[in-house]
Nanobody, 117 residues
């Protein structure tokens, strides 16, 4: 089975930065990768996505502050988060749309990001 391994969450003060990383436990063919987040009592929302060709998409609230990048050779995705705000606090999940016998979505276990005011 394939797992997505995330790292980099933590506690930071408002205005600070964090860097999240995500990579699969096995070499697989990945199309789109994305970061989602879910705050308590809220629905999971898409934060940023990146295709294998490097096309990126961001939710409006993080534009200009977050940057998603990808190393296709290592299947590694990174989310650089700057100018963090308390409302960015959530559990962040990595997702990969990949081929593993068939096309399917794989999810990470989630990493907590907490921004204090």
């Amino acid at each position: 089975q394939v797992q997505l391994v995330e790292s980099g969450g933590g506690l930071v003060q408002a205005g600070g930065s964090l860097r999240l990383s995500c990579a699969p436990s096995k070499k697989i063919s990945i199309n789109t990768m994305a970061w989602y987040r879910q705050a308590p009592e809220k629905q999971r929302e898409l934060v940023a996505s990146i295709t294998s060709g490097g096309i990126t998409n961001y939710t409006e609230s993080v534009k200009g502050r977050f940057t998603v990048s990808r190393d296709n050779a290592r299947n590694l995705m990174v989310l650089q988060m700057n100018a963090l705000r308390p409302e960015d606090s959530a559990v962040y999940y990595c997702m990969a749309h990949a081929w593993y016998g068939s096309w399917e979505d794989f999810w990470g276990q989630g990493t907590q990001v907490t921004v204090s005011s």
